[in-house]
């Protein structure tokens, strides 16, 4: 039932469910654990691209993480506005590029800041002059310093800013069908707030981020077993041998009794671990505290 339907049929419009659009086509998604990391790994980025832009604009600024998405360039190209900055990165030995995507007039407000002015708010678009092209290369170089510092060793290839396209039909950063992990952000200067994002080929970072399900061949569970319960903690006592007790005696032990124990005075203390024998030793000291020293040991067979 659509959702026209359900408004016919009279479902209150609070108990519809929102529906979110499957693909079939392109059933990749980002996996729980990837998504987590570079989540993260995007939330700093925000934090220091803030910190950044706030020094170099002299305006109060603040870059927040919204969300982390996976989608074919050509999708990405396409939720992107006719006209918008985007700062081309190439990649050693990589054909495809990295974008760094603001709106210009987000640009033009920012270096109007930057160069003492009241930051004149436009709403237009238009492609940047020399000069402004110049400053933006300063902000956008602080950015990739963020992303680098950000991604850390999720992101080994160098990023270096290639040029600025301002139509994202044309920019032909990478293959249409090349998958590209997308950042969204908001900046904030000021009082003015303008959408963001930044996209880096898929391929650049999912290797580096493993495999979801990792799975290991069975053959060597034993040596695998065996090395971790070397490194287990367990409790070993030193004790005499015990003595057998009937549950009547135990009810009618009284204090002053006295118990026989069937060990030899001159016989080494049992070492047990979990009430299993395994050695004999004799007490001793080190320093000011008692110790035992172990005399013999034995092996029991594995049931």
Not at 219 to 230: F, I, N, W
Request: proline fraction near 6%; charged fraction near 15%.
């Amino acid at each position: 039932m659509t959702v026209q339907e359900q408004l016919s049929f009279g479902v209150p419009s609070a108990a519809i469910k929102p529906v979110e659009v499957y693909d079939f086509r392109r059933p990749t998604t980002l996996a729980r654990e990837h998504s987590r990391v570079l989540e993260l790994a995007f939330e700093t980025l925000g934090r220091q691209w803030g910190t950044q832009l706030t020094a170099k604009v002299r305006v109060i600024s603040q870059v927040t993480s919204e969300h982390v998405s996976m989608q074919t360039y050509d999708e990405y190209a396409a939720s992107l506005p006719p006209t918008t900055a985007m700062v081309l990165c190439t990649v050693s030995d990589y054909s495809s590029k990295a974008i760094i995507q603001f709106p210009a007039s987000a640009g033009l407000f920012w270096v109007d800041s930057m160069l003492g002015g009241h930051g004149v708010l436009t709403a237009y678009e238009r492609k940047f002059t020399q000069i402004e092209q110049a400053l933006i290369r300063r902000l956008m170089d602080d950015a990739l310093e963020g992303v680098h510092y950000s991604l850390g060793n999720v992101l080994t290839q160098q990023l270096s800013i290639d040029s600025i396209q301002y139509n994202a039909q044309f920019a032909q950063a990478a293959a249409t069908s090349e998958l590209m992990i997308v950042g969204h952000f908001v900046i904030r200067v000021g009082e003015r707030s303008s959408a963001a994002t930044i996209a880096i080929p898929a391929q650049l970072l999912l290797p580096q981020l493993g495999d979801t399900n990792p799975m290991t061949s069975g053959q060597d569970a034993r040596a695998r077993m065996e090395s971790q319960v070397v490194h287990v903690p367990v409790e070993v006592a030193v004790q005499l041998a015990p003595v057998p007790v009937l549950p009547a005696e135990i009810l009618d032990l009284a204090v002053g009794d006295v118990l026989k124990v069937p060990h030899s005075q001159h016989r080494p203390f049992d070492l047990t671990i979990d009430g299993k024998r395994f050695g004999e030793a004799a007490l001793g000291q080190n320093g000011s505290r008692l110790a035992c020293v172990v005399v013999t040991t034995e092996e029991n067979p594995a049931p």
